[in-house]
Structure formats: structure tokens, C-alpha cells
């Protein structure tokens, strides 16, 4: 069966990608070597969200495992731009699969400086913009205002010919406005969800656990939030959507597809199993052969119907 699909103008060949932040494609070709190579899980590989600057990121601890779910606040520790293109673009190039790397800046400034400085390399197939961030001019989360978003994305979009995706924060009254304004800013897809945003008590001291106070839910827990985001979001916008939150099987993965996603990420579930999107890619093979109905099930299901929300 012809999985193959077009997102941001890259012929992938499945619909399973990575969530950003999610596997560690360097860490695992040191544990599985080659192999990993030879049986990639993804069609295309997410990096870890870059900054211009390296960054330690939060103060321990950082994760919180949840009822079927996990709270994270690892807070963006990473090596910065030159860091990243000196000691990681390398070993990613190597993969068997167009590399999406992921940035995130607190100005326009600073966006403009990590696309610019990856518009230019070879390796880098697509940038995904993460827009869960506050402007420090504004003081708004991009990704919670359509205006700022549409700024971002009118400021960036010269500045690059490679595919952009505007990954959204799920902490939003209408996701689907924000993702318009992605695409009438020049985005090329939109992926969702990031995290909600969460905390989590000490039972003895009901103080908060992780460090830095909250940090954001994901895993199957938030999987039914996160499909009618992805339907709402699929409905409002005529570039393709890439969906995700709390996917772990071919079922899951086929949910997302059926609300109108065009492909799927896999994220917490790697924690668990690195290999989990190899599994859920051959779950979802299955699951479509069985379903019978070609390689995805249709467009989305009109939205506009009232909710009790
Ligand atoms: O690094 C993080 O703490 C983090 C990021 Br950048 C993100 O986009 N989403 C998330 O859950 N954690």
C-alpha cells in the first residue's frame, strides 16, 4: 500500500513523523546502531527545539508521570544554533529521512535569527516554529494570539525558501484562529498539539513537584482533547495538518487522519518504546488495509456544532 504523503512540499514516504523533543535520534543510533537506520521509526525526523543562545533549561525534577500521562518542564535546554550546527547536524544528516528542525525565539529578532542561520544549510529538509513562546516585546504568547502569529510568520517568511511549520500551543480558546493566521502568514502546515499546561503537588509537602512549578501534560491521557483540536484546526485551514497528542497505536494514528490530519506524530509513547513509530506505522497500515477505504479515510468532518464547553 502507497502510504507516501506531501506535507510542507516534502514526499514522505508514511504519515508518522516524531513530536519534537520526543526521541533522541543521536542517543539511539549510539544504543541501536545501524539498525536504527535501516528500520527508522519516522518519515521524517523533528529535532529538539533549538534557541539561539545554548540553554540549560529548568531545574530538577522535570518530569511527573501522571495517570496515562507524563508532565514535563525541561525548559529548552539545548546547545543554541552554532552548537547545534557544529556538534548535531552532522550525525542527524545521516538519517534516512528529511530532517525538520524545530526553533523557538522570544523575539522576532531572535526567530529571524535561527531561520536565517539554517536557511542556508543543505541538510535541513523544513523548520518548525515553535510559537508556545512569550515575545518579550509584547509579553503575549505567540501561538495564543492570531496577531502574533501572523506577525511572526510575515517577519520570517522572506527570510527563508524552506518549508515552515507553525507548531500551536493547545492552551488557546480557538486554535483554529491561530492556525488561519499561520497560513495567511506563509506557513506551509501546521502541527499540533504541544502540551496543555499542568502541574503536579508533592503529596506530602502539596507543594509544587517539578522545579520550575508547571510544565505541560502530554500521552494518552490528553489524546481526545488533542483529536478535536486537530479537527477544529483542520477544518479552519487549507494547509496540511500534521496531528498529534497522545498517539500510541495504528487506531490512534488513524483518529487523527479521519478528523483531517494529514500525518501524525508519535511523541510520549517513545519514551516508553523508541520504536513505538515503527509499530504504530504498521499498525496503521493494517488498520487502513482493514478500513479498505485507500490510504486515508476522506476530508474532515464539518466542525461548527455546538459543545457543552
Ligand atoms: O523543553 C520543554 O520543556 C518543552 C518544550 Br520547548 C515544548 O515545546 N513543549 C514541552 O512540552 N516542553
Do not use: Y
Not at 535541513?124 to 502569529?149: D, F, K
Amino acid at each position: 500500500m502507497d502510504l507516501s504523503v506531501e506535507i510542507a512540499g516534502l514526499r514522505l514516504e508514511h504519515p508518522v513523523l516524531n513530536g519534537s523533543g520526543t526521541f533522541d535520534a543521536i542517543a539511539a543510533r549510539r544504543a541501536f546502531g545501524d539498525a536504527l537506520l535501516d528500520d527508522f521509526p519516522f518519515s521524517a525526523f523533528v529535532s529538539k527545539t533549538i534557541t539561539p543562545e545554548p540553554r540549560v533549561g529548568n531545574p530538577p525534577p522535570r518530569i511527573f508521570e501522571t495517570p496515562s500521562g507524563m508532565i514535563n518542564s525541561i525548559g529548552l535546554p539545548n546547545k543554541g544554533l552554532a552548537g547545534f550546527c557544529d556538534q548535531d547536524l552532522p550525525a542527524l544528516a545521516e538519517l534516512p529521512v528529511p530532517l525538520i528542525v524545530s526553533v523557538m525565539g522570544t523575539s522576532h529578532e531572535e526567530f529571524l535569527r535561527l531561520v536565517e542561520g539554517l536557511a542556508g544549510r543543505q541538510e535541513v529538509a523544513a523548520l518548525e516554529l515553535n510559537i508556545s513562546c512569550p515575545n518579550v516585546e509584547s509579553g503575549l504568547i505567540v501561538g495564543q494570539r492570531p496577531s502574533e502569529t501572523l506577525s511572526l510568520l510575515r517577519a520570517l517568511r522572506p527570510a527563508t525558501s524552506k518549508p515552515m511549520i507553525a507548531k500551536l500551543t493547545p492552551n488557546v480558546a480557538d486554535p483554529g484562529a491561530v492556525a488561519r493566521a499561520a497560513e495567511e502568514g506563509g506557513a506551509d502546515a501546521v502541527s499540533l498539539v504541544n502540551t496543555l499546561e499542568a502541574t503536579a503537588l508533592d503529596p506530602g509537602s502539596r507543594r509544587p513537584w517539578l522545579g520550575a512549578g508547571q510544565g505541560g501534560l502530554s500521552g494518552p491521557a490528553i489524546r481526545p482533547f488533542a483529536l478535536a483540536q486537530v479537527r477544529q484546526v483542520a477544518a479552519a485551514v487549507s494547509i496540511p495538518v500534521i496531528g498529534m497528542g497522545g498517539i500510541e497505536s495504528g487506531a490512534d494514528a488513524l483518529g487523527f487522519l479521519a478528523v483531517g490530519a494529514s500525518a501524525v506524530a508519535v511523541g510520549t509513547a517513545s519514551f516508553r518504546d523508541p520504536m513505538a513509530g515503527s509499530r504504530v506505522r504498521a499498525e496503521l497500515v493494517a488498520a487502513l488495509a482493514e478500513a479498505g477505504s485507500g490510504p486515508f479515510p476522506g476530508p474532515p468532518a464539518a466542525v461548527g456544532e455546538s459543545t457543552s464547553t
